[in-house]
């Protein structure tokens, strides 16, 4: 299969993909560090009000593929916060469910809130027609790595792509 873009575009359009995901990332991990809590913490936070039931601390470890000695620093520091409680299940004693308090429900809230405002306004320069593009472009790239990942799809032959220039290239913001 013969690849039919510009390579230097392509180069370009992928080193602005990766520098555009590392600044939202960063405004993120801004937002966060003004909480008085990690980051590890507050995707737990963000974990238990996204799950529809409790959930114990050996599946918690599971899900974030960390150690159970892991999840249970991070439920300590949120448990003294008061973001957290854990209590005994109704089915086993041995068992102890982790949920959000008032406290952490606002906290998962008030985040929200802002993760929305900043991602309003990254799209802010852009026109209805303009987002509904990039939706658009973002869905079918997103499907293409889908297939390549199933096997359904070659990656195609190029030349003049040097993936270590643009990571390089990524590192710089």
């Known amino acids: 299969m013969e690849y039919p873009l510009d390579n230097e ?5 992928t080193m602005l993909f990766i520098s555009v ?7 993120f991990d801004q937002f966060v560090s003004g909480l008085q809590i990690s980051n590890s913490q507050h995707r737990l936070l963000m974990h238990l009000y996204h799950t529809e039931c409790s959930q114990s601390q ?13 999840i249970a620093v ?7 916060s008061g973001y957290i409680r854990r209590c005994s299940a109704v089915t086993d004693n041995r068992y102890n469910e ?5 406290e952490g429900l606002a906290l998962v809230h008030e985040t929200n809130r802002m993760f929305t405002s900043a ?6 320069e852009l026109n209805q027609e303009e987002l509904a593009s990039f ?9 293409t790595l889908k297939s390549i990942r199933a096997g359904e799809r ?7 792509i040097h993936v270590r220039e643009i990571i390089a290239a990524g590192t710089k913001d």
Do not use: W, Y
Not at 62 to 69: K, L, N, Q
Not at 74 to 80: C, F, I, Q, R
Not at 98 to 102: H, Q, S
């Open 9 to 13: 575009l392509v180069r370009k359009a």
């Open 21 to 27: 995901n590392r600044c939202h990332r960063k405004v």
């Open 58 to 70: 050996t599946e918690l470890a599971r899900t974030f593929e960390v150690s159970t000695a892991a």
């Open 74 to 80: 991070s439920l300590k520091k949120l448990e003294k």
């Open 98 to 102: 982790i949920a959000l308090t008032e």
């Open 119 to 124: 991602d309003v306004a990254m799209f802010s």
């Open 135 to 143: 939706v658009g472009c973002l869905e079918k790239m997103k499907n």
């Open 154 to 160: 070659d990656l195609p032959k190029v030349e003049g």
